[in-house]
């Protein structure tokens, strides 16, 4: 009963908490654009920017050639790229050969390079007996095993 009595008093406690800090507040109002007051006049020279393009360099013409260059250089980019993985793709190539050579030359036993694969067993009725025949006879593994 107690504890019905607490868990009420404290939802009523986290209502009314809720309501007395939901206050919004409210916005201050902005003062007018000065621009508007003296007809577009902002009372000082703008000054102009250093390196911008002049108004006159903004047509469709320097736009395209913007463009063109960024292309350029994307594909200048691409090649250089392209190029640096073929030079990797040699190399490994060279060295492989280098390695082949070194193990003729030292009558190396051929050893296979062949990344180990996870084999996963068949589940048949016949390994299912015989896993859980191996749990019983191994039992839990020492790491979960309580110590007291």
């Known amino acids: ?4 009595l607490m868990i009420i008093v404290f939802v009523l406690f986290a209502v009314l908490s809720d309501k007395k800090g939901s206050k919004k507040n409210v916005p201050v109002p902005r003062q007018e654009n000065p621009a ?3 007809g ?18 903004r047509d469709a013409d ?3 050639q913007q463009e063109q260059a960024y292309r350029q ?3 200048a980019k691409r090649r250089e790229e392209e190029y640096h ?9 060279i060295r492989a050969a280098e390695q082949a050579a070194y193990e003729v030359q030292a009558k190396l036993a051929k050893v296979s390079r062949r990344q180990p694969q996870v084999r996963i067993p068949i589940l048949t009725p016949k390994s299912a007996q015989q ?3 191996l ?3 191994l039992g839990r593994p020492k790491a979960y095993r309580r110590h007291h």
């Open 1 to 4: 009963m107690e504890s019905v």
């Open 36 to 38: 508007a007051k003296n």
């Open 40 to 57: 577009g006049k902002l009372g000082f020279n703008i000054p102009e920017l250093r390196n911008a393009p002049d108004t006159a360099k």
């Open 62 to 64: 320097w736009i395209l």
């Open 73 to 75: 250089e994307q594909a």
């Open 85 to 93: 993985k073929q030079r990797v793709r040699e190399e490994e190539q």
């Open 131 to 133: 896993a859980v025949v």
């Open 135 to 137: 749990a019983e006879i």
